[in-house]
């Protein structure tokens, strides 16, 4: 059955069936295993990465700070949008998000602290050039981020099982 867009329909709603759409054309019996909110994050976060890359860029090539520096303001601006984007976008999310954006900080500490500057920074640190370091930290980030924003940040509680009254 194919649904038309109606007036009513938001952006996000768009976003999201075409994303299904997409995944439902995955050959191989993939779209079985790939869920649609994987391409979703995946679109967002590359767009997201590529602010980050450009914030890096601008901050250390452009204004000389420190890569450590340009590193964790362009993340911030980044993963504040990421945030944002597949909040509305991916994840469809009406849950507070006063507690959601409570979790996500925690979550992004890690992610910061494992990935970012100890993947980025330590390549870099080994003689890596700076946007090649942060390509292979995007890389280990991007599993990490996903599986904790499915699961953990905009993770949808079970629904709660009726009870059912057993014969006697």
């Given amino acids: 059955m194919q649904h038309q867009a109606s007036v009513t329909d938001s ?9 299904e759409a997409v995944v439902a054309r995955l050959p191989w019996g993939l779209e079985r295993y790939v869920p ?9 976060n590359s767009f997201t990465f590529g602010v980050d890359l450009l914030l890096l860029t601008l901050l250390h090539g452009g204004f000389g700070l420190p890569v450590w520096l340009s590193i964790t303001l362009a993340y911030i601006v980044a993963f504040g949008l990421s945030f944002l984007l597949n909040r509305t976008f991916n994840f469809h999310s009406h849950a507070p998000m006063g507690k959601q954006a409570a979790v996500y900080v925690v979550v992004v500490v890690v992610n910061y602290l494992a990935f970012i500057l100890g993947v980025g920074s330590g390549l ?8 090649l370091a942060r390509l292979l930290a995007g890389g280990c980030e991007a599993v990490y981020m996903y599986c904790a924003m499915r699961w953990i940040v905009f993770g949808r509680a079970p629904a709660p099982v009726a009870a059912t009254e057993s014969a006697p």
């Fill in 124 to 131: 870099t640190a080994l003689g890596l050039e700076y946007h």
């Fill in 11 to 19: 952006v996000a709603d768009r976003f999201t069936r075409w994303c």
């Fill in 36 to 44: 649609a909110t994987f391409l979703g994050f995946a679109l967002i």
